[in-house]
């Protein structure tokens, strides 16, 4: 049974809370499969992709997330999509907010060259600069610019110098480059935040007021963000080669973490991203990159970068854990479609 060779939008309504499904299936086909029949091929599916679809749908980890898009591809592009419930498709935009880091990092790096990085730049991407913002808001007033979301009517970020040197999970490190570089951007217009980075990118992510908040303000949709994960592991990006460089470690209790969201294990802290890893024989070891947002927007890619994934939702309930409830769930999602085994 073929794993590649078509792209597979599998659609799940119904009553998901009790386990049954009431809709059938659509499939964007890019190339028809060469030993199937057209008609036969927009209905079956491998037992990789049943195998993430019931896992989408029964696995513990997922099954309390509300409704979610899920795909997984390389650098050709999709593989295999699901959209479980309705109202998110791979197309819906949403706030995405710390993933937001990833892409910000990756439009730096390019602007600059990694080469040109000074010691100062690295810091300030890699959370350990000593500047720190006081207040969330996203400066989504229309109008402001990065520069005045910086300042006390926005984030009020401030230097910390206890703080240099240590690791500090905060959106003003990322601010304060911003200030520096871009400070007089706006969210909108021809002169926004996210002109800038869409020409570095090439991207066609859409403007927001909330842009100036660089570490966390951005909005988007899984097909928007894609594009950004396939350059990366295609190397075409500065930042492509250097996921795993200038890291620190960033796990609760680790050396030199002041405060860090991670809960789960051990993690490192590379520029704009976190480095994931597990305990292979006692010794740690890294399994990928990622950008989660705090309303559960996850973006992934391999250890290896030949492989992406991303988990689409957005849940402002103020709820805490969101982007770890969708690290999980997508990386159990992964495991089934890998093994083709359907995961608890």
């Given at each position: 049974?073929?794993?590649y ?46 195998a ?48 937001s ?37 996203l ?23 206890l ?95 002041s ?82 085994v359907?995961?608890?």
């Amino acid at each position: 049974m073929k794993r590649y060779g078509r792209t597979n939008l599998i659609w799940v309504c119904g009553l998901l809370a009790l386990g049954s499904i009431g809709c059938g299936a659509t499939e964007d086909a890019l190339e028809p499969v060469a030993d199937e029949p057209w008609g036969m091929s927009r209905a079956a599916l491998t037992v990789y992709e049943q195998a993430a679809l019931d896992t989408a749908n029964h696995s513990a980890h997922c099954h309390l997330l509300g409704n979610f898009y899920w795909e997984i591809g390389n650098g050709a592009g999709l593989l295999y999509g699901i959209s479980r419930g309705s109202g998110v498709s791979a197309t819906t935009v949403m706030p995405i907010a710390s993933a937001s880091k990833w892409l910000y990092v990756g439009a730096y790096v390019q602007s600059r060259g990694y080469a040109n990085l000074s010691t100062d730049e690295k810091k300030r991407l890699n959370f350990t600069s000593g500047y720190i913002d006081e207040n969330t808001t996203l400066c989504g007033d229309a109008g402001t610019t990065v520069s005045d979301c910086y300042g006390p009517a926005y984030k009020n970020v401030s230097y910390r110098p206890l703080q240099n040197g240590r690791y500090f999970y905060n959106g003003g490190h990322m601010q304060k480059l911003a200030l520096d570089d871009i400070g007089a951007r706006k969210g909108t217009g021809v002169a926004s935040v996210m002109d800038w980075i869409n020409a570095l990118l090439s991207t066609t992510l859409p403007e927001s007021d909330s842009d100036v908040a660089v570490a966390g303000g951005f909005s988007g949709s899984a097909a928007h963000y894609r594009v950004f994960l396939m350059k990366l592991i295609n190397n075409q990006y500065e930042l492509s080669s250097k996921l795993a460089v200038d890291s620190v470690p960033a796990w609760q209790g680790g050396p030199n973490v002041s405060f860090t969201p991670w809960t789960v294990g051990q993690a490192y802290y590379g520029l704009g991203h976190w480095i994931e890893g597990e305990a292979v024989n006692g010794v740690w070891t890294l399994t990928g990159h990622s950008s989660p947002g705090a309303y559960g927007f996850y973006p992934w890619v391999n250890a290896a970068r030949t492989q992406y994934m991303l988990l689409a939702r957005s849940r402002q309930l103020g709820a805490d854990g969101e982007g770890e409830k969708s690290r999980a769930c997508a990386q159990t999602i992964r495991k089934a479609y890998e093994l083709g085994v359907p995961q608890p």
